[in-house]
């Protein structure tokens, strides 16, 4: 098992120097791992000592952290039950939550945009944060923070092999969970997203930056498309 780690480790390694170095990133591409039962949780992972979003954890992370999160640490409601720690809190789940913020101009149409949005049903236990350079795990979803250019060069990679077009997938709400998290997890596929109002407020995504979910499966063919164009 121990030499199981270290592999995982130094091919997360050697993928983020490439994702980094290829695109140019200031901020490491952040590694995301579900854990189901509490046992299951690396002795090596100390729990984040802090309450704040998930979009700030994808953040800390990107900056060098490594750390696990319950839904106690959790601060987004929305966030949360998006990626599978908790079940969606009837007042999101109904519309109801974001059509009293002004966000929509009917329940329904709140209503009908919760309904659409990716939910993981995984009910885990916790949630590993880390930047790929660091985790000696098989990610299951990496997030990447990026500006337009180098996701356009993220999406001719994804089209380098097989072709086809990058579908993007998003509203505006629940981005760096939802749309970044959940998304490529469910639908094994990569997702691209604008960002929200609470990812650009309280986790610092700058107005000239988009974020990226690749399924970690499918990791190792992105990077060596984008070493090849």
Do not use: W
């Not at 952040?30 to 002795?43: Q, Y």
Request: aromatic share 8%; with cysteine; hydrophobic share 40%.
């Amino acid at each position: 098992m121990k030499e199981s780690f270290i592999d995982e480790l130094e091919n997360n390694q050697y993928f983020s120097k490439m994702i980094k170095s290829d695109l140019n990133l200031k901020s490491n591409p952040v590694a995301i791992k579900f854990i189901l039962h509490k046992e299951d949780i690396p002795k090596n992972i100390d729990k984040i000592q802090e309450k704040i979003r998930h979009c700030e954890m994808v953040q800390k992370a990107a900056r060098g952290d490594v750390f696990y999160s319950t839904s106690e640490e959790q601060l987004c409601k929305g966030g949360f039950s998006a990626i599978g720690l908790e079940k969606i809190p009837d007042k999101i789940a109904s519309g109801e939550f974001y059509h009293g913020l002004g966000r929509f101009k009917s329940l329904g149409a709140a209503k009908r945009t919760l309904d659409s949005i990716p939910k993981i049903d995984l009910d885990s236990y916790a949630i590993i944060y880390s930047p790929l350079t660091k985790a000696d795990f098989l990610p299951d979803v990496v997030v990447i923070i990026t500006n337009p250019v180098q996701a356009m060069k993220v999406s001719q990679a994804l089209v380098y092999t097989v072709g086809g077009r990058v579908e993007a997938d998003f509203s505006g709400i629940q981005s760096v969970c939802a749309d970044a998290v959940a998304s490529p997890f469910i639908n094994k596929r990569p997702n691209i997203t604008f960002g929200c109002s609470g990812s650009r407020k309280f986790a610092d995504i700058k107005d000239d930056e988009v974020i990226i979910g690749l399924n970690g499966e499918n990791l190792g063919c992105t990077v060596n498309a984008l070493n090849n164009i």
